[in-house]
């Protein structure tokens, strides 16, 4: 377990447990004050400047260090654990067919200038906040089902090597399933360049090959999104360093062999 389970989990992983997609903590002024900065902002299409170029002071690194352990903080999950997640969205409201607002991703926006698959999943969110998504990146959002939302979940990634985190908008509210593309993913970036791990957290899970199938076709090796997997010199099998791995399971969706599991994280590796 990480410290977000142990402190918002009530025994479970803690975005599993439906008290942090509740009413009262959406309505909390930490979350309504920061979703009111969050939505509300202008963002640049296209700007490409996804993190400061030239060096980061001490006082920015604590700043952003701070900004995701108390408000934007994500963790890698399952694609069966997204799915859900979304299940759980549908008790969150009375309005079913409203269950989930499908948004495009700040990242890819920043970062193409354009999200046409509305890869980020808005859920629990009250009105309080919707009123804002008609301005919010583009104003591109619609509004589905959680059994809709489950849908197009399952055709998203069939486009490409997407990994799903839930994100905080205010911890321990979780009010976003993102369908991160990595190269372009802020948290992540932000994660690998200050060297600190509050941006976003691995999975709950590691990759591990069965080597008794692996025919060593290096198809993991190209679609992880991380760049773990290797294929061993000696063996010519596939090979997944456990510390390295963000248990994401692009891998397993493209091995043609089945021969990529997952086991729970250990006491020493570290989120
Ligand atoms: S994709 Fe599967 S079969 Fe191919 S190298 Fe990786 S683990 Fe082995
Ligand atoms: S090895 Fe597999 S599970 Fe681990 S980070 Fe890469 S794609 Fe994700």
Not at 28 to 41: D, L, T, Y
Not at 131 to 139: A, D, I, L, T, V
């Amino acid at each position: 377990m990480c410290e977000y389970c142990v402190q918002h989990g009530h025994g479970k992983k803690w975005y599993l447990n439906a008290r942090n997609y509740s009413k009262d903590l959406a309505h909390s002024e930490k979350v309504k004050q920061f979703c009111e900065s969050f939505f509300g902002r202008e963002i640049t299409p296209g700007a490409k400047e996804l993190l400061p170029s030239g060096p980061i002071t001490v006082e920015e690194r604590q700043k952003e260090n701070h900004r995701y352990m108390q408000y934007l903080h994500h963790q890698v999950i399952s694609t069966d654990e997204a799915l859900s997640i979304l299940k759980l969205a549908s008790y969150q409201t009375d309005e079913s067919e409203r269950a989930v607002v499908l948004l495009p991703c700040i990242c890819r926006y920043s970062a193409y200038g354009s999200d046409p698959n509305l890869s980020c999943y808005g859920i629990a969110f009250t009105d309080e906040y919707t009123h804002r998504f008609p301005k919010y990146c583009g104003g591109a959002h619609q509004y589905v089902s959680a059994e809709e939302a489950q849908e197009t979940l399952e055709a998203l990634i069939k486009t490409g090597p997407v990994v799903h985190a839930m994100s905080a908008l205010g911890v321990p509210y979780l009010g976003m399933l993102c369908n991160c593309d990595m190269p372009v993913c802020r948290p992540y970036l932000l994660r690998k360049r200050l060297e600190i791990t509050s941006p976003i957290y691995k999975a709950h899970q590691r990759a591990q090959v069965d080597v008794s199938k692996c025919t060593g076709c290096g198809i993991c090796e190209t679609k992880c999104p991380f760049g773990v997997p290797t294929i061993d010199s000696q063996n010519n099998l596939a090979s997944i360093e456990s510390h390295a791995c963000f248990g994401c399971g692009v891998c397993q969706r493209y091995c043609p062999e089945n021969a990529i599991t997952f086991k729970p994280v250990g006491e020493s590796i570290p989120f």
